[in-house]
């Protein structure tokens, strides 16, 4: 079993930049694809990013390409999401997810989610 933290969401204007972190407690961080998905609300939860095991695969939404970098350090149990060039449209809850045997979007394949942290993008 794994736990995730997610933090560094707040309010930021549009062209703006954020830093997210997912740490991770519990078994190995190692064992986990990682992801990234988010949530406006009224809406369901879309894809944004994933990472495999190791680090050394990455997938996008089509939306956030370009935009958004996701990465890893398993020697600190943590995972990232940079995301750059912020838009009024990416205000949403966003929430890491951690896959023992799936690396991708699809989110009823994740097997732990953290509690989400909130980013703001005003106009």
């Known amino acids: 079993q794994v736990q995730l933290v997610e933090s560094g969401g707040g309010l930021v204007q549009a062209g703006g930049s954020l830093r997210l972190s997912c740490a991770a407690s519990?078994?190995?961080?190692?064992?986990?694809?990682m992801g990234w998905f988010r949530q406006a609300p009224g809406k369901e939860r879309e894809f944004v990013a994933a990472?495999?095991?190791?680090?050394?695969?990455?997938t996008y939404a089509d939306s956030m390409k370009g935009r958004f970098t996701i990465s890893r350090d398993n020697a600190k149990n943590t995972m990232y999401l940079q995301m750059n060039n912020l838009k009024p449209e990416d205000t949403a809850v966003y929430y890491c997810?951690?896959?023992?045997?799936?690396?991708?979007?699809?989110?009823?394949?994740?097997?732990?989610w953290g509690q989400g942290t909130q980013v703001t993008v005003s106009s």
């Open positions: 990472i495999s095991w190791s680090g050394s695969g990455t």
């Open positions: 519990g078994r190995t961080f190692s064992s986990y694809a």
């Open positions: 997810g951690a896959a023992l045997r799936y690396f991708g979007g699809y989110s009823k394949s994740y097997d732990y």
